[in-house]
């Protein structure tokens, strides 16, 4: 995405070799213990992450019961579900999910900052904190999913929902082509956090 932003493309190393420095100096002055970031780190790989959605997702492709409830009462309808604890803990609170269908096309973003549910979707890539991203995604929504590779046909509505304190959403994409007959767990497996950002579809699988 750094070429659609104008990102240095060494700006993901920079940070992290920042960060890294950050975390030395902290544990050097005992702010920090050795083993505390690595603590967060596991919790997103392990507790909260896009994994969660994932599995949101293809429940509610392959129940339509479960898809209206998610989309009705969405923490009701997470907490039907055995995933690690937490989904309703930090940047958890009052997440709300919105369906893509053949008549509309869902992109979720935050105008003010970052706003994003982490429980179901992780930590937020970069490029959604880019300024350019948060204000062109709401002017010119259809352009700026072009720009992802998502064209969004004049027939079909694009919303777009700005995530806040009070309410973070996230997508549910629309269950792809020749996914018949395929388990819940290999329909989550195609589940990307970028779909249920709205800027990417679900591809179907290869034949
Ligand atoms: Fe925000």
Not at 27 to 55: C, M, Q, W, Y
Not at 114 to 135: Q, T
Not at 163 to 192: C, D, H, K, Y
């Amino acid at each position: 995405m750094s070429e659609i932003f104008g990102f240095p493309a060494d700006r993901e190393a920079s940070s992290a070799a920042k960060v890294r420095a950050l975390e030395a100096l902290l544990i050097e002055k005992g702010i920090l213990g050795s083993d505390s970031v690595d603590t967060v780190l596991r919790h997103f790989e392990t507790v909260a992450g896009p994994f969660n959605g994932a599995r949101i997702v293809a429940r509610a492709w392959i129940d339509p019961a479960y898809k209206e409830r998610l989309i009705k009462d969405t923490p009701a309808a997470i907490a039907e579900l055995d995933l690690p604890v937490g989904m309703t803990g930090a940047e958890g609170e009052h997440m709300a999910a919105v369906a893509n269908s053949a008549d509309v096309h869902n992109l979720i973003i935050c105008t003010l900052c970052s706003c994003y549910p982490w429980p179901v979707l992780g930590l937020p890539p970069y490029w959604y904190k880019d300024p350019v991203f948060r204000a062109r995604g709401v002017r010119e929504p259809r352009a700026v999913l072009r720009e992802f590779g998502v064209t969004v046909p004049e027939s079909k509505a694009v919303k777009v929902w700005d995530s806040s304190a009070q309410i973070r959403w996230f997508v549910v994409p629309e269950r792809p082509a020749n996914t018949e007959g395929m388990s819940e767990e290999a329909l989550a497996a195609l589940v990307t956090p970028e779909s249920m950002m709205g800027v990417a579809l679900v591809a179907a699988p290869h034949a």
